[in-house]
């Protein structure tokens, strides 16, 4: 993430410009062109707020890539949400896929501001969880397409054309697939780590819960890893049928040595009654 803040300042962006106060290895928040907000998280998202398309897509590809860890340009994913900003109410809500932004100005406008960009952070974080599912989503989609064929060569009892190697840079893929939504990200927490010094009148983890509730979140996540456990066992099935082939090829390996030993054998025997055949015509 100081890669990422290092990038913004050389180009000219503000840093936390609303002072939120949340640490840069949280979220770093800048403003673009038409006062656009910015947010980029540890994840690898980048959600944007009233800025153009072409401008976010050269952000995310291009301007912010160096400071990427691993990135994965081909496997994009959008998220859209409209929103709206509502001056009469003090708080936020989504209606349908629209957020609606409470901008009450009744408050000092320095706080009300704070806590609209604060709201802004807390659907942002909701936004970035769903599109990182959505990239998990895509990459398990991938590793099905590597391995479709197995159920059907198992269904007609035909031999797996596929190696030990194959068959463990299947099982790293999906370990990893599983890590990476169990384990390494905050997708299946119930309130991303930011949240929890924050005020409690602010209501910021019912926003990030109500996106995930309007893009399915909890629904995706219970999917995905049920389509994991069908990968593992796919994946169970290709270890089982490897071991058996390579119990078969010891086992023959074990009868072509006792089948050679008892050739030689054989020839020992063969050669001695020879021998002694030879010294009886002598005697």
Do not use: C
Not at 55 to 70: G, R
């Amino acid at each position: 993430m100081d890669g990422v803040k290092r990038i913004l300042r050389s180009h000219g962006f503000p840093i936390d410009p609303d002072e939120t106060g949340f640490e840069s290895d949280q979220v770093i928040h800048t403003r673009g062109v038409n006062n656009g907000d910015i947010f980029v998280f540890p994840s690898g998202s980048l959600v944007a707020w009233s800025l153009p398309d072409d401008v976010v897509h050269d952000l995310a590809t291009k301007s912010l890539l160096p400071a990427a860890i691993n990135p994965h340009v081909e496997q994009l994913e959008k998220e859209d949400l409209e929103y709206e900003e509502d001056p009469k109410r003090d708080n936020s809500t989504i209606k349908g896929d629209i957020i609606l932004l409470g901008t009450n100005t009744d408050s000092p406008q320095e706080v009300s501001k704070v806590d609209t960009t604060l709201a802004k952070i807390a659907f942002s974080s909701g936004l970035a969880r769903s599109t990182k599912l959505a990239v998990l989503e895509t990459m398990l989609g991938k590793y099905f397409e590597s391995t479709r064929t197995i159920p059907s060569l198992l269904s007609r009892g035909s031999r797996l054309p596929f190696d030990r190697r194959f068959m463990l840079q299947k099982t790293g893929e999906l370990l990893e697939l599983r890590a990476q939504l169990n384990h390494y990200s905050e997708l299946t927490d119930s309130l991303p780590d930011l949240f929890w010094d924050s005020r409690h009148e602010l209501g910021l983890e019912g926003y990030y819960d109500q996106v995930g509730r309007a893009l399915d979140v909890g629904v995706r996540i219970k999917t995905l890893n049920e389509k994991m456990d069908y990968a593992q066992e796919i994946a169970s099935i290709m270890r089982q049928t490897l071991s058996e082939k390579h119990s078969v090829h010891l086992e023959w390996i074990i009868i072509i040595l006792i089948a050679v030993e008892v050739a030689f054998a054989l020839r020992r025997e063969w050669k001695e009654r020879q021998e002694r055949l030879a010294q009886e015509k002598e005697a």
